[in-house]
């Protein structure tokens, strides 16, 4: 196939219209076809530039994720090229370093990879473009020929703890606990399972409604180190706790868990880590469910 006219990325791409199409394209003759991004497809037909802003797709950062761009053909297969882009600072382009996270071909089929969303990306919603070109390299703005882009509106998340650190660095137990929303699930890494999350110098403290989330078998601990308690719960706040095992510190009372607000525990365990004092101080509302054990 040869070339069928041209079409135009404009605007430093991300304002305004994102691109002006020139008539001459002939978009039909390839086109990306399907885009499933953590196993979430998106089958669309013929076109030279498609959004889909509606349905933000949600990342959190730290996390990978799988995916397979497919691409549809009219007159027979056709090498393309695949470039992918996210705004990862959110400042309205992708010219900042690591802001193109896959590229490959040139293929005549479904290309696959892994997208990671780096612990430094701003939490927000914002734009991810995905690019096809026929027989050359896409840019992210430009001018060039044959091919597809398509835009997702893709929501950053700081719900991952992806560190065993103890600091106010992003991925940390800490800061993630601090940057979720209120009532937001706070996931962890498979990268931590069978980990000891170790807490310095000073107990974390609920300041809104905290959802420690572990998956099922995944044997990850959290642990006082130099801090006296892991976790206090002021009067009006909340947290829940699911799969973890929490081991308390020096503290007389509570030194893993001190609970004068609402605390909910599933599956989980709390440990003293010594023989003398409790390791759950509960002043407050307590619901326990599944397999829970706590050694006072």
């Given at each position: 196939?040869g070339?069928q006219?041209?079409f135009?990325?404009?605007?430093?791409?991300?304002?305004g219209?994102f691109?002006?199409?020139?008539?001459g394209?002939?978009?039909?003759l390839?086109?990306?076809q399907?885009?499933n991004?953590?196993?979430?497809?998106?089958?669309?037909?013929?076109s030279?530039?498609s959004?889909y802003?509606?349905?933000p797709?949600?990342v959190?950062?730290?996390g990978?994720y799988?995916i397979t761009?497919?691409?549809g053909?009219l007159?027979?297969?056709?090498n393309?090229?695949?470039?992918?882009?996210i705004?990862?600072?959110?400042?309205?382009?992708?010219?900042d370093?690591g802001?193109?996270?896959?590229?490959?071909?040139?293929?005549t089929t479904?290309?696959?990879?892994?997208?990671?969303?780096?612990?430094?990306?701003t939490k927000?919603?914002?734009?991810?473009?995905v690019s096809?070109r026929?027989?050359g390299?896409?840019?992210s703005?430009?001018?060039?020929?044959?091919?597809e882009?398509?835009?997702y509106?893709?929501?950053?998340?700081c719900?991952?703890?992806t560190?065993?650190?103890?600091?106010?660095?992003n991925?940390?137990?800490?800061?993630v606990?601090?940057?979720?929303?209120?009532?937001?699930?706070i996931?962890?890494?498979s990268t931590?399972?069978?980990?000891?999350l170790?807490?310095n110098?000073?107990?974390l403290?609920?300041?809104?409604?905290?959802?420690?989330?572990?998956t099922?078998?995944?044997?990850?601990?959290?642990?006082a180190?130099?801090?006296?308690?892991?976790?206090n719960?002021?009067?009006g706040?909340?947290?829940?706790?699911?799969?973890?095992?929490?081991?308390g510190?020096?503290?007389?009372n509570?030194?893993?868990?001190?609970?004068?607000?609402?605390?909910?525990?599933?599956?989980s365990?709390i440990?003293?880590?010594?023989s003398?004092g409790t390791a759950?101080r509960?002043?407050?509302?307590l619901t326990?469910?599944?397999?829970?054990?706590?050694?006072?």
């Open positions: 196939g070339q006219g041209t135009t990325i404009t605007r430093s791409c991300y304002s219209p691109y002006c199409m020139s008539s394209r002939d978009p039909s390839e086109w990306i399907d885009v991004f953590n196993s979430d497809p998106n089958l669309s037909g013929s030279s530039y959004e802003l509606d349905s797709l949600t959190s950062r730290g990978s799988p761009i497919t691409p053909f007159q027979g297969t056709r393309e090229y695949y470039k992918v882009w705004d990862l600072n959110h400042d309205g382009d992708f010219s370093g802001e193109q996270v896959f590229s490959a071909g040139p293929s479904s290309v696959s990879g892994t997208i990671t969303i780096p612990v430094t990306a927000a919603t914002t734009r991810m473009r096809m026929y027989n390299i896409p840019s703005c430009g001018t060039y020929g044959n091919g882009v398509e835009d509106a893709l929501n950053i998340r719900n991952l703890v560190s065993t650190l103890d600091n106010t660095g991925g940390t137990l800490r800061n606990s601090a940057c979720a929303d209120d009532g937001e699930d996931l962890f890494a931590l399972n069978n980990q000891i170790l807490i110098s000073t107990q403290t609920v300041d809104g409604q905290w959802k420690w989330m572990a099922a078998g995944s044997n990850i601990e959290i642990k180190n130099t801090a006296t308690r892991v976790l719960i002021p009067a706040f909340s947290a829940e706790i699911q799969n973890l095992k929490i081991t510190g020096t503290a007389t509570g030194s893993a868990i001190d609970n004068l607000g609402t605390l909910t525990l599933r599956d365990k440990y003293r880590a010594a003398t759950l509960n002043k407050g509302p326990v469910y599944g397999n829970c054990e706590i050694r006072n």
